[in-house]
């Protein structure tokens, strides 16, 4: 079993910046990949970024590539979600996930309990 818990989640206003965390504990496979998605009301759960925790590989969703930037550090085994230049649009409640590198929300098996993001002035 892995547990996540997410913070950092916030109301900011548009063009500002937030940094999400993701601590991991429990035990489990520690070559998981490591990923954020988020869910605004009404709407479904999207892919938002991903990294492996060997090579720290990243990819990003488009709507957020060169505004969001995903790190971790397997020391403390915590990943980040840096967000920079937020938009309305990023509004949502933003979840941090352990399973398979993909952008598949189905793909990965351990799931934190969601920060809120606002972003509104």
């Known amino acids: 079993q892995v547990q996540l818990v997410e913070s950092g989640g916030g109301l900011v206003q548009p063009g500002g910046s937030l940094r999400l965390s993701c601590a991991a504990s429990?035990?489990?496979?520690?070559?998981?990949?490591m990923g954020w998605f988020r869910q605004a009301p009404g709407k479904e759960r999207e892919f938002v970024a991903v990294?492996?925790?060997?090579?720290?590989?990243?990819f990003y969703a488009d709507s957020v590539k060169g505004r969001f930037t995903i790190s971790r550090d397997n020391a403390k085994k915590t990943v980040y979600l840096q967000m920079n230049s937020l938009i309305p649009e990023d509004t949502a409640v933003y979840y941090c996930?352990?399973?398979?590198?993909?952008?598949?929300?189905?793909?990965?098996?351990?799931w934190g309990q969601g920060t809120q993001v606002t972003v509104s002035s």
């Open positions: 990294i492996t925790w060997i090579g720290a590989v990243a």
């Open positions: 429990g035990r489990g496979n520690s070559n998981y990949a």
């Open positions: 996930a352990a399973g398979k590198p993909t952008i598949k929300y189905s793909d990965y098996d351990y």
